[in-house]
T-cell receptor, first 114, second 114 residues
Framework: EPEVTQTPSHQVTQMGQEVILRCVPI?????FYWYRQILGQKVEFLVS????????KSEIFDDQFSVERPDGSNFTLKIRSTKLEDSAMYFC????????????FGQGTRLTVV | AQSVAQPEDQVNVAEGNPLTVKCTYS??????LFWYVQYPNRGLQFLLK??????LVKGSYGFEAEFNKSQTSFHLKKPSALVSDSALYFC????????????FGTGTSLTVIP
């Protein structure tokens, strides 16, 4: 069964450093998402990406964040100048080309900013 | 604005008893509704969805959910709970046909007591 894969599974970084979280969505999907979940809290939407551009983003997704689909398979989330409060589990998801399809989530990357 | 509410942070049920995890939604148009389950240190796993048609939808692992338009609810149910059903459950909504992102509830922690 196709799945969304994320790397790394765990990333530890020092405050102020840049991190790149990587995702390989399901190959025939057209919508891509990043969500985050701070420990014990709700799943928060960051950004959606469609047709090689951001289609929606939340207030969380400020200038510190960027996304890219560099090669048609990978979908990356870059966080510049990380802060302690960026520590969370980051989930990548993808869904098909119809609005009635569910999103498939990766296993997540646990980001710890120290 | 689109939103989902899960009024119960925690639900406890005895093994073998029926379980219900509640969800209500608010969307501007017709909703696409989803349930996901999250096991510890794992990603979100799709359980079932309501798009149109029969109000009772069946999904994975014996779960089902009932769409009630008048009450704007989409409660998750299972006739007989298993200890292995213990997990975090998230309800999500996608605003059809224009919305891209999935809006998640705050999650309900289900504990099935042996």
């Amino acid at each position: 069964e196709p799945e969304v894969t994320q790397t790394p599974s765990h990333q530890v970084t020092q405050m102020g450093q840049e991190v790149i979280l990587r995702c390989v969505p399901i190959s025939n999907h057209l919508y891509f998402y990043w969500y985050r979940q701070i420990l014990g809290q709700k799943v928060e939407f960051l950004v959606s990406f469609y047709n090689n551009e951001i289609s929606e983003k939340s207030e969380i997704f400020d200038d510190q964040f960027s996304v890219e689909r560099p090669d048609g398979s990978n979908f990356t989330l870059k966080i510049r100048s990380t802060k302690l409060e960026d520590s969370a589990m980051y989930f990548c998801a993808s869904s098909g080309d119809r609005k009635n399809t569910e999103a498939f989530f990766g296993q997540g990357t646990r980001l710890t900013v120290v | 604005a689109q939103s989902v509410a899960q009024p119960e942070d925690q639900v406890n049920v005895a093994e073998g008893n029926p379980l219900t995890v509640k969800c209500t939604y608010s969307v501007s148009g017709n909703p696409y509704l989803f349930w996901y389950v999250q096991y510890p240190n794992r990603g979100l796993q799709f359980l079932l969805k309501y798009i149109t048609g029969d109000n009772l939808v069946k999904g994975s692992y014996g779960f089902e959910a009932e769409f009630n338009k008048s009450q704007t609810s989409f409660h998750l149910k299972k006739p007989s709970a298993l200890v292995s059903d213990s997990a975090l459950y998230f309800c999500a909504v996608r605003d059809a046909p224009t919305g891209n992102q999935f809006y998640f509830g705050t999650g309900t922690s289900l504990t099935v007591i042996p």
